[in-house]
């Protein structure tokens, strides 16, 4: 069975923003590419895309505004991101609606955040850490993606979408 989560993608003018972070090469800093960028709403762990998309089928999702930032900031002790805001209610329904699908949902508090870089345990932490972000958008979209490894590193494909309500 495919590995999945439920996602929101950023516009392509927030990851236009995003890429004018500070991203230089540095042993021990694995920077996400812009295009695998992406909010996880709901992780699934291996699950069939059927299993969701029928826990899906009649969820009235409530709009959201995902705001960024305040500063890139540290998740755990090695993960870089860029908070984002606003996303809370979207991801409690979503947990409700799926709750018996995949992987347990976490039982902590939802923290949404895009992921820019992977840290090594020896590796100091690069000079994006405490960049000012600041930025909105209007999620349109939900979306079911599969997670798989390919020669080049994991590869995002969109199976499926549900539209939010403006």
């Excluded at 500070?22 to 812009?34: I, L, M």
């Excluded at 089928?57 to 505004?65: G, I, K, N, S, T």
């Excluded at 908070?83 to 949902?105: F, H, K, Q, S």
């Excluded at 600041?134 to 490894?149: H, I, K, M, N, Y």
Aim: net charge negative; hydrophobic share 45%.
């Amino acid at each position: 069975m495919p590995r999945l989560f439920l996602a929101v993608w950023p516009p392509e003018d927030t990851v236009s923003e995003l890429m004018a972070l500070r991203r230089k090469d540095q042993r021990g800093v694995r920077f996400v590419a812009p295009e695998r960028w992406h909010v996880t709403v709901r992780f699934f762990g291996e699950a069939h895309p059927d299993d969701v998309e029928e826990a899906m089928a009649d969820v009235d999702l409530p709009p959201a505004v995902a705001t960024l930032g305040p500063a890139v900031d540290v998740l755990g002790e090695r993960v870089l991101a860029v908070p984002v805001n606003g996303l809370e209610a979207l991801a409690g329904v979503v947990v409700a609606a799926t709750r018996g699908v995949g992987d347990p949902p976490p039982r902590r508090a939802f923290h949404g955040h895009i992921t820019i870089a992977r840290i090594a345990r020896d590796a100091r932490m690069p000079p994006t850490l405490g960049t000012r972000v600041d930025g909105t958008f209007c999620v349109e979209e939900l979306a079911l993606v599969r997670s798989r490894r390919d020669p080049d590193g994991v590869r995002y494909d969109t199976v499926a979408t549900w539209p939010l309500p403006a």
